[in-house]
């Protein structure tokens, strides 16, 4: 459902509960943990932490996890932080440089990534009705195919 009048993308998730919204945030704050250990370079980093899906209990535990650096994925070069199995990736963004970042992204990936920049667009008061010219760079950061894929989504 899309409630473009009231600028609310989807009222699901704009319009949750307090006390879901966190438990829906903590949730998939350990699923993220989940999958990011299939990393060496995170399983590394959470295990001199101490972190573990189970330790995470609400978002507010986001503050225990490490940050990741330009360097650290430079190092990780050419596929050290690519979670996914080779066939589910959808597309694959390269920086430049001697050496370069490698960004890759699932379908689903794509389409959460739409969805949640047709929030922020929608939020900022895009809507269906609207003409957009879109002028974004598709080198690094890749912000610009998530913002086109935003607008799609707005219509």
Do not use: W
């Amino acid at each position: 459902m899309f409630v473009i009048a009231n600028r609310i993308f989807d009222p699901a998730f704009e319009c949750m509960a307090r006390g879901d919204r966190g438990q829906f945030q903590a949730t998939h704050l350990r699923r993220l943990v989940e999958q990011a250990q299939k990393i060496p370079f995170y399983r590394r980093r959470f295990a001199a932490k101490n972190i573990l899906p189970e330790s995470l209990h609400s978002i507010d535990d986001i503050r225990r996890l490490p940050f990741t650096t330009d360097r650290d994925l430079r190092e990780g070069y050419p596929f050290g932080f690519i979670a996914a199995p080779r066939p589910d990736l959808a597309r694959l963004h390269v920086s430049g440089g001697d050496r370069p970042i490698f960004t890759a992204f699932t379908r689903q990936d794509m389409k959460l990534r739409a969805a949640l920049c047709a929030r922020l667009l929608v939020g900022g008061g895009l809507s269906a009705d609207q003409l957009v010219q879109e002028v974004f760079g598709c080198g690094l950061p890749t912000d610009g195919f998530g913002l086109y894929g935003g607008i799609e989504r707005v219509g």
